[in-house]
């Protein structure tokens, strides 16, 4: 089973708001990551964790803050957002942070901001 | 500087005409190349690692085959369920995936 599964499929927030992003996998895999895509562009990497630690971060601004609770369970915490935060959010994993080992995508949240 | 070029970035064919899509890059050290397809609005899903020059994996009307320039993914007798972006990456240092900008591939009836 090469699944990773992402909630809320979609979501609308307004610039005050709080909201979270959920990701799970239960591969096993050690290294788990958060994504952005915006429309007609490849994904761009926000952050990295490996064995439940923050190994990258993007220059990411603070309104955005990843949190790994486990090695199975990854959230993104969304706080005053912009509206060109607007995206598809991508989770990600893979066995290991080495470069040999391919990423497993989630179907991604839509996130719209008003 | 560790590049992904895709090319065309899009291309439109007649069920059953086979192409190939094509993937230039430049790396200080392959650790893999990743192709991956991506329909609108969903995560890309994984279809091929190749990790050295010569090496060709397939899967279904797929084929993808590594030189130590390019990555080429063969579509043989496509069909429209075979429409969808595909994705060429790298992984970098073993940190991020850099995506190529993808190749928007049509395939009609």
């Known amino acids: ?114 | 500087e560790d590049q992904v070029t895709q090319s065309p970035e899009a291309l439109r064919l007649q069920e059953g005409e086979s192409s190939s899509l094509n993937c230039s890059y430049t790396v200080s050290g392959l650790r893999g190349l990743f192709w991956y397809r991506q329909d609108p609005g969903k995560g890309p899903e994984f279809l091929f690692t190749l990790y050295s020059a010569g090496e060709e994996k397939e899967k279904e009307r797929l084929k993808a085959t590594l030189t130590k320039k390019e990555s080429f993914l063969h579509i043989t007798a496509p069909k429209p369920e075979d429409s969808a972006t595909y994705l060429c990456a790298l992984n970098q240092a073993g940190t991020a995936l850099i995506f190529g900008k993808g190749t928007t591939l049509s395939v009609s009836s």
């Not at chain 1, 499929?9 to 239960?26: A, D, F, I, P, R």
């Not at chain 1, 895509?37 to 603070?62: D, G, H, R, T």
């Not at chain 1, 949190?67 to 990600?92: F, K, T, W």
């Open chain 1, 1 to 114: 089973d090469t699944e990773v599964t992402q909630t809320p499929k979609h979501l609308v927030m307004g610039m005050t708001n709080k909201k979270s992003l959920k990701c799970e996998q239960h591969m096993g895999h050690r290294a788990m990551y958060w994504y952005k895509q915006k429309a007609k562009k490849p994904p761009e990497l926000m952050f990295v964790y490996s064995y439940e630690k923050l190994s990258i971060n993007e220059s990411v601004p603070s309104r955005f803050s990843p949190e790994c609770p486990n090695s199975s369970l990854l959230n993104l915490h969304l706080h005053a957002l912009q509206p060109e935060d607007s995206a598809l959010y991508l989770c990600a994993s893979s066995q290991a942070l080495a470069g040999y080992y391919e990423q497993y995508f989630g179907p991604g949240t839509r996130l719209t901001v008003t």
